[in-house]
Structure formats: structure tokens, C-alpha cells
């Protein structure tokens, strides 16, 4: 889906925008759980889901990508599940670039044919929000930078579902800025006092191909732009300017002539995601770099042995 967020969806507490649109947000609630259907569980696969309660950006594939790495160091055969989106096929791109991709329009039939195929494990890249599927185990990703936004659930806010749903996930997972850490972690206890919650940061593999004393104009069409950022600032790199597209943002010609030229005008290289990389089909390409990065799990065998 190419979205944008609106601005008032990552304020700290709702404004009045948020309370005009609270009386769809509650039959959007409603309507969900009406339509919740009786929940498969007789897969002879093992099941994993990585997903995410606030909308985009919140490391679920980066997460989904880590736990196959390991599995695959185990000897454990798995395989990747996405649903398909006709408007998501970065995100099938990056998946097929690190493993076996099973998409269809119904998880359910991908899974079936991953079992099919003798796979062992299933790691379902988004879905939490499926009612059909009673997965092994669950994960829920949160960024730390953005968190839950103002805290409502859609159109007043960022969430998919109440934050209170947490407690119905095997584990938290928190990826990012490790700024804001303790708070939010005072926050999930204060809901989940038992909560299995685990940390991760993202690391920039291709470090070396980037010159650090260059100046740099940064651009993304992904789930969460700020987290980008904070990557590059992290790795000292230093970015003039930027500019952020909506979340799976297909550029046309136009798109990438308008940053090469705001990156001449800061006297700036361009650098972009991977994600973002994938999506270009021009000449300009040769001009532009990229972030290929990786996800760090801090206590990664714990987290492992409760996943598996």
C-alpha cells in the first residue's frame, strides 16, 4: 500500500483529528471482530510470525530475515511466507535475495505448500492480524523511535489493534533508537508484566563502501523514514538533507531527477535504502548508493530458544 502517515499520527497524544475520526475507529474495531473466523492449527510446519500492531516500519522483515540466518546456521530448514501484494514486491525481492518465498493472496495455501515441500519451519513475514491462523509462536515489533505514536488505533492513530493486545504475543520485540528504551519497556510492563521482551539494533554492513567525510542527501519510501536516519547518524554518516516518500513508493523519472537535483544543490552524494535501491529501474541508479543492513539481536540464543 502506498501510504503516507498523517503527521498526527506520531504526535505524543491525540489532537483534535484524532478524536473527529475515534467514532470509525471504533467500528473498524468492531467489523474486526466480527469477521474473526475459527483459527488453523494443524500444520505439521512450525509457524513463526513476525508482525507489528503500529502501521510500517517497525523491522519486521529485517527481523524475519535475522531469525532465517540463524536457522539456517542450525541446519533447521525454513522458509519465508508473504502474503502477496501486488505493491509489496520490494519486500518479495529481499526475501527471495536471503532465502525460499512462499507468497500467495491466502497465508494459509503459502504454508500448506511450504509443508508440502518438507520445510520445517515457516516464518510468516506480517499477519498477526490474521484470525485464521493460530501460529506456534508470535512475535510483535515495535520502533523505538516512533513507539505507538499517539496511542489510537486507525484512522485516529497508528494502530492496527489496542496496545492492551500485547499480551496475547510470545514476545516484544524493539528495534532501533535505543533512546527511549527503558520507557517503553516501563510501559509494556505496565500491561504485560510477564512479557518476553528482546532488543535489537541494525547494523550497516556495507560500511566500507561509504565514504564518511562525503556529505550525503538521504531519500526513502519505506515504513518508517526516522529510522533510516538514525542508522545513518549512528554510523557517522552525514546527511545534508532528505527527503521521505510514502511506504513502498514506486519513483518515476521525475521523482529521481528532483534528488539528483536537491543533492547537487547540497553538493551531496545520494544514498537510499536497500528496500528503496530495488525499486529504481533507471539510468540515474549508478548515481545513487545504498544501506544494506543487518539486525543485531542483543541476547539472540535466549530469544532463539524461546522461538523454537
Same mark, same amino acid.
Given at each position: 500500500m502506498k501510504f503516507k502517515k498523517p503527521k498526527f499520527w506520531d504526535l505524543k497524544k491525540p489532537n483534535i483529528y484524532s478524536y473527529i475520526l475515534l467514532p470509525i475507529a471504533f467500528l473498524i474495531q468492531v467489523f474486526a471482530y466480527f469477521k474473526k473466523k475459527t483459527k488453523i492449527n494443524d500444520f505439521k510446519i512450525k509457524?513463526?510470525?513476525v508482525g507489528n500492531i503500529y502501521v510500517g516500519g517497525t523491522g519486521k522483515t529485517s527481523l524475519? /530475515? =535475522?531469525i532465517n540466518e540463524i536457522l539456517k546456521k542450525k541446519n533447521i530448514r525454513s522458509c519465508f511466507i =508473504?502474503? @502477496?501484494? =501486488?505493491?509489496q514486491l520490494d519486500e518479495q525481492k529481499i526475501l527471495k535475495n536471503r532465502g525460499q518465498v512462499f507468497s500467495s493472496k491466502v497465508r494459509v495455501d503459502s504454508i500448506k505448500q511450504a509443508e508440502h515441500e518438507n520445510y520445517e519451519v515457516a516464518i510468516i513475514d506480517d499477519g498477526l492480524q490474521d484470525s485464521s491462523i493460530n501460529y506456534d509462536k508470535s512475535i510483535v515489533c515495535f520502533n523505538n523511535i516512533?513507539?505507538?505514536g499517539n &496511542?489510537?488505533?486507525i484512522p485516529s492513530g497508528p494502530l492496527r489493534e489496542k496496545l492492551f493486545n500485547i499480551r496475547n504475543y510470545d514476545c516484544i520485540f524493539l528495534? &532501533? *533508537?535505543l533512546e527511549n528504551l527503558e520507557t517503553i519497556k516501563k510501559e509494556i510492563v505496565k500491561i504485560h508484566s510477564k512479557a518476553n521482551i528482546y532488543i535489537g539494533q541494525? =547494523? %550497516?554492513? *556495507? /560500511?566500507?563502501? %561509504?565514504?564518511? $567525510?562525503?556529505?550525503? @542527501?538521504? @531519500? $526513502? &519510501?519505506? &515504513?518508517?523514514?526516522k529510522t533510516f536516519l538514525s542508522t545513518l547518524k549512528e554510523h557517522k554518516i552525514n546527511v545534508m538533507e532528505d527527503l521521505e516518500f510514502p511506504d513502498h513508493y514506486e519513483y518515476t523519472n521525475k521523482d529521481l531527477d528532483k534528488i539528483i537535483t536537491f543533492s547537487k544543490k547540497f553538493n551531496s552524494k545520494v544514498i537510499t535504502t536497500e528496500k528503496d535501491y530495488l525499486r529504481i529501474d533507471n539510468q540515474i541508479k549508478k548515481e545513487i548508493q545504498f544501506v544494506k543492513s543487518e539486525l543485531i539481536i542483543i541476547d539472540e540464543e535466549k530469544f532463539i530458544k524461546q522461538i523454537i
Amino acid at each position: 500500500m502506498k501510504f503516507k502517515k498523517p503527521k498526527f499520527w506520531d504526535l505524543k497524544k491525540p489532537n483534535i483529528y484524532s478524536y473527529i475520526l475515534l467514532p470509525i475507529a471504533f467500528l473498524i474495531q468492531v467489523f474486526a471482530y466480527f469477521k474473526k473466523k475459527t483459527k488453523i492449527n494443524d500444520f505439521k510446519i512450525k509457524t513463526i510470525c513476525v508482525g507489528n500492531i503500529y502501521v510500517g516500519g517497525t523491522g519486521k522483515t529485517s527481523l524475519c /530475515i =535475522k531469525i532465517n540466518e540463524i536457522l539456517k546456521k542450525k541446519n533447521i530448514r525454513s522458509c519465508f511466507i =508473504k502474503k @502477496f501484494y =501486488k505493491d509489496q514486491l520490494d519486500e518479495q525481492k529481499i526475501l527471495k535475495n536471503r532465502g525460499q518465498v512462499f507468497s500467495s493472496k491466502v497465508r494459509v495455501d503459502s504454508i500448506k505448500q511450504a509443508e508440502h515441500e518438507n520445510y520445517e519451519v515457516a516464518i510468516i513475514d506480517d499477519g498477526l492480524q490474521d484470525s485464521s491462523i493460530n501460529y506456534d509462536k508470535s512475535i510483535v515489533c515495535f520502533n523505538n523511535i516512533n513507539w505507538i505514536g499517539n &496511542g489510537m488505533v486507525i484512522p485516529s492513530g497508528p494502530l492496527r489493534e489496542k496496545l492492551f493486545n500485547i499480551r496475547n504475543y510470545d514476545c516484544i520485540f524493539l528495534n &532501533g *533508537n535505543l533512546e527511549n528504551l527503558e520507557t517503553i519497556k516501563k510501559e509494556i510492563v505496565k500491561i504485560h508484566s510477564k512479557a518476553n521482551i528482546y532488543i535489537g539494533q541494525y =547494523k %550497516i554492513l *556495507n /560500511i566500507d563502501e %561509504i565514504n564518511l $567525510s562525503d556529505n550525503y @542527501f538521504a @531519500f $526513502s &519510501g519505506i &515504513g518508517n523514514h526516522k529510522t533510516f536516519l538514525s542508522t545513518l547518524k549512528e554510523h557517522k554518516i552525514n546527511v545534508m538533507e532528505d527527503l521521505e516518500f510514502p511506504d513502498h513508493y514506486e519513483y518515476t523519472n521525475k521523482d529521481l531527477d528532483k534528488i539528483i537535483t536537491f543533492s547537487k544543490k547540497f553538493n551531496s552524494k545520494v544514498i537510499t535504502t536497500e528496500k528503496d535501491y530495488l525499486r529504481i529501474d533507471n539510468q540515474i541508479k549508478k548515481e545513487i548508493q545504498f544501506v544494506k543492513s543487518e539486525l543485531i539481536i542483543i541476547d539472540e540464543e535466549k530469544f532463539i530458544k524461546q522461538i523454537i
